[in-house]
């Protein structure tokens, strides 16, 4: 479902903070080998020369009460000092079973300017898609940063076969707008995050109960958990060799009166100079399931 994504997409949130985090460990434990061992020249040399790892690969899986789950992998590649290339997949099954990708390059301007531009797919076919582009801009200035994305594509709804109207299927026109502000000081960032939806018709819309009549049952479980409105609001610790997310979140349905708050908890520790091992857990403030998950990342 839709209003689940929350909990696939909070613990990619990590492959954007950890870049730093680990940096910052190094240079503890350079500064470290300094207090204990002396000036020695060659750490100098190291730390001047240390860069932080272009590459990530993330493995995780989650379960939730009803014994519905996710699974998937996401990953980034630098391909050159201002250019990366990311992709993720995901499937989820809670019920109904949906696919979730996205594809894209990004970079940077310069040191306060970066951009963005994915495309991602999601729903199962044959039944419901929804297929967007994102474009992203990005700025960053002296822990402050700020994020403006834009998506425009379109979500098909598929009515079972034969039916009374003579058509396979209606579609909608997607658009998205999210702003979001952080900040990140030496321990601790934050972030605040919302992303306003629009779905606008392309075509003459038969009576609702007849529509109701003539989709399928899994297209319209999907659709009632399309988003109208995701807002969101992250604070994060980072001590030494483990950080720590608190994730406050909510989802309004784009076509329901429902809405979805949940509390999301997640840990992240480094257990060897590559290796990052991460768990989660999201807990339901109203209606909802209770979710827990595990996320490995190898990063160079």
Request: charged share 20%; net charge negative; with cysteine.
């Amino acid at each position: 479902m839709y209003f689940k994504k929350i909990c696939i997409l909070f613990p990619l949130l990590s492959v954007f903070c950890l870049p730093a985090a680990m940096a910052q460990g190094k240079t503890e434990a350079l500064e470290d080998s300094k207090n204990n061992e002396g000036m020695v020249s060659d750490d100098f040399w190291r730390l001047e020369d240390y860069l932080p790892p272009r590459n990530s690969l993330w493995l995780y899986g989650g379960l939730d009460e009803e014994s519905g789950g996710y699974y998937g992998l996401s990953s980034e590649l630098g391909l050159s000092p201002s250019l990366r290339f990311s992709f993720s997949a995901t499937r989820q099954s809670y019920g109904i079973e949906t696919d979730d990708m996205s594809w894209g390059f990004g970079g940077d301007f310069n040191e306060q300017f970066g951009w963005g531009i994915y495309q991602t797919w999601w729903g199962n076919r044959n039944t419901l898609e929804k297929k967007d582009l994102r474009l992203m801009l990005s700025y960053f200035n002296q822990g402050f940063s700020s994020r403006l994305s834009y998506e425009t594509g379109e979500v098909e709804l598929f009515f079972e076969q034969p039916n009374i109207l003579r058509i396979d299927s209606i579609g909608r026109d997607h658009k998205a707008t999210e702003l979001s502000l952080g900040y990140s000081g030496e321990r601790w960032y934050s972030e605040i995050k919302h992303k306003q939806h629009d779905y606008i018709s392309r075509q003459p819309q038969p009576r609702r109960r007849l529509l109701l009549g003539l989709a399928s049952s899994i297209g319209l479980q999907q659709a009632r958990n399309l988003a109208d409105r995701e807002s969101s609001l992250l604070l994060g610790l980072q001590q030494q060799s483990m950080s720590y997310e608190l994730l406050y979140s909510r989802v309004d349905s784009a076509f329901s009166s429902s809405r979805y708050t949940y509390v999301s908890l997640y840990l992240l520790k480094s257990i060897g100079p590559q290796l990052l091992l991460g768990g989660n857990i999201e807990v339901p403030l109203e209606d909802g399931l209770l979710t827990a998950g595990l996320s490995l990342g190898y990063m160079w």
